[in-house]
């Protein structure tokens, strides 16, 4: 009959608002919450089969489906701590859960988030407080991320960083900018030796020196010979066999290039490479570069008439310093401050891809899993392809509006009432049905 039709189309109607009305509870329930993602409730008639019986309708109701709006961002907050760590534009971090890892289980879930505020716990494992684990690539030692694969979370490891952690930077690459005197090379320049003392640290944070020491060639009596002969010795060496090099270096008198170094050679130690200026010395704790200039260059040695000058000497490296702080970079990288200045990349942390954001399965602390509707996952640079960049010092917020969602509330009262006032209705009518018998 099309009077018990009504009545199923009421229940219905009450199912699908009640179903919409919990909905709209969760959302402005996680108004605040951080990277919450908010749910729509779609409706759906129902049409039944009917016989095309003139003056009869058999009504068929409505169904109620959810789903979870993934793939739109909320706005992003700035905060104060560097561990606040957001995503602008697409792209999710990997994480994984706090219980399995500490429970020692090998095959940890792979899970993804928008945002976290991670901190580390007393392991210095970065983990959120509602359980989920940042995920990255650990560097090697000199700072860089091997190759790794894409498609697979075989390679990702557990952040984990010491917060007593010490590290030292070993220098190799020590620029000179000095200024020899012209002079000193004349036949009555006395011939004396020019020494200076360029520190260098060692590959334990040690502090050690190269001694310098330019010997001017007195030997043209015509005038200036230009020539100097330049000895290095390493005080991390032993003092019997320190020399790790020593060179004849001629500079150019000419009106375009005068001052510039004309050539090189040398008589013990490494070749000099002339199209980048430096000489290769074999220390104590492995190689070093030292970089003298280019023949006809600006920049290095130079000889002018002044007085000797080492006006501008550079070099890498730090001693051993304690950890300060830890950052993460937009392209992804956690990097670790020392006190001594020294940053060093312990992780990369990659951004996952999915083909379907709105097919993850929604997992709580507002972190999602792959499912056979999202399509399988691929791990991203962050800023390459797709994929936007990682931020520190900010959180994601809700996507909830509050103030649709307080007129959704209103909606969906009004049509609940209808929806009950329909099978009040029905019941009145079958009473007034039962009564005719009487």
Do not use: C
């Not at 560097?139 to 960083?161: E, K, Y």
């Not at 060093?344 to 709105?358: A, G, R, S």
């Amino acid at each position: 009959m099309s009077i018990s039709s009504a009545m199923n189309a009421g229940v219905a109607g009450l199912a699908a608002n009640s179903t919409r009305l919990a909905t709209i509870s969760d959302n402005i329930a996680n108004s605040g919450t951080y990277g919450y993602k908010r749910v729509e409730t779609e409706f759906d008639s129902f049409v039944l089969n009917q016989n095309r019986t003139a003056g009869i309708y058999s009504a068929g109701g409505v169904r109620a489906s959810t789903s979870r709006i993934i793939d739109e961002d909320g706005a992003l907050v700035t905060t104060t701590h560097p561990l606040d760590i957001a995503i602008s534009g697409r792209g999710m971090l990997p994480v994984t859960s706090a219980t399995d890892l500490d429970n020692g289980f090998e095959e940890l879930p792979f899970m993804m988030t928008r945002t976290g505020s991670f901190r580390p716990d007393q392991n210095g494992v970065l983990r959120t407080e509602s359980g989920l684990v940042l995920m990255g690539w650990p560097a090697l030692a000199d700072g860089t991320v091997p190759l790794m694969s894409r498609d697979s979370m075989a390679s990702l490891q557990p952040v984990q960083i010491a917060s007593n952690q010490s590290a030292g930077d070993p220098t190799t690459m020590v620029s000179l900018g000095i200024n020899l005197p012209a002079t000193d090379t004349l036949p009555t320049g006395g011939g004396d030796a020019l020494p200076l003392k360029v520190e260098y640290f060692g590959n334990l944070g040690t502090s050690e020196a190269l001694n310098l020491s330019f010997l001017p060639d007195v030997s043209d009596p015509t005038g200036m010979s230009n020539r100097w002969t330049l000895e290095i010795r390493d005080s991390a060496s032993d003092p019997s066999s320190n020399l790790v090099g020593s060179y004849t270096i001629t500079f150019d008198d000419s009106a375009a290039y005068g001052g510039s170094i004309a050539t090189v050679a040398a008589i013990t130690g490494g070749a000099y490479d002339s199209a980048t200026g430096i000489l290769p010395l074999n220390v104590a704790g492995g190689s070093l570069d030292l970089f003298i200039g280019t023949p006809q260059g600006t920049k290095g040695l130079r000889q002018l008439s002044a007085s000797f000058s080492p006006t501008n000497i550079t070099k890498n490296g730090s001693p051993v310093g304690q950890l300060s702080g830890v950052e993460v970079d937009e392209d992804g990288f956690l990097k670790a401050t020392y006190d001594t200045g020294f940053v060093k990349t312990l992780y990369q942390i990659p951004l996952v891809d999915v083909p379907n954001e709105n097919g993850l399965i929604s997992m709580d602390g507002q972190a999602f899993q792959i499912s056979t509707t999202s399509g399988s996952f691929f791990l991203w640079n962050a800023g390459d392809g797709p994929t936007g960049s990682i931020q520190g010092f900010a959180r994601e917020a809700s996507t909830t509006d509050v103030a649709q969602e307080l007129t959704h509330l209103i909606q969906t009262q009004r049509a609940y009432s209808s929806n009950a006032k329909i099978i009040q209705t029905v019941d009145e009518m079958l009473q007034e049905t039962t009564n005719i018998k009487r």
